[in-house]
């Protein structure tokens, strides 16, 4: 597992390997994407987190990058650490299904 913060100069090389890795990844039948707003979690540290192991990863590169403050790289999965500030609380994204 390789963990790197914004800070670090080795940030954008490793954001660029595992978007070019995750391209045209489905991830196969147990792709996973994992959302965590857990709000004791987002008090202490500030930070928002998403999971993937498809190619997710790389729409997340593409979109979010300048809002990737940190990355957990697992080599068959990636977990991205954004800054709480710019992530809308998931209600403003779920749609509820009208009857």
Same mark, same amino acid.
């Given at each position: 597992? %390789? ?16 978007? !070019?890795? =995750?391209?045209? *990844?489905?991830?196969? @039948? ?7 707003? +857990?709000?004791?979690?987002?008090k202490? %540290? ?5 999971? %993937? *192991?498809?190619?997710?990863a ?13 990355v957990?790289? =697992?080599g068959?999965?990636?977990? =991205? ?7 809308? @609380? =998931? +209600? %403003?994204?779920?749609?509820? !299904? !009208?009857?």
């Amino acid at each position: 597992m %390789t963990f790197i913060e914004k800070t670090d100069p080795r940030f954008n090389g490793l954001l660029d390997k595992i978007q !070019k890795d =995750f391209y045209h *990844n489905s991830g196969g @039948p147990d792709a996973e994407e994992v959302w965590s707003r +857990h709000k004791r979690e987002v008090k202490e %540290t500030g930070r928002v987190s998403f999971y %993937t *192991n498809g190619s997710s990863a790389c729409n997340v590169i593409k979109r979010c990058r300048p809002g990737i403050v940190a990355v957990r790289y =697992f080599g068959n999965g990636v977990e =991205f650490l954004f800054d709480d500030k710019i992530v809308r @609380p =998931f +209600h %403003t994204l779920a749609k509820v !299904k !009208k009857d």
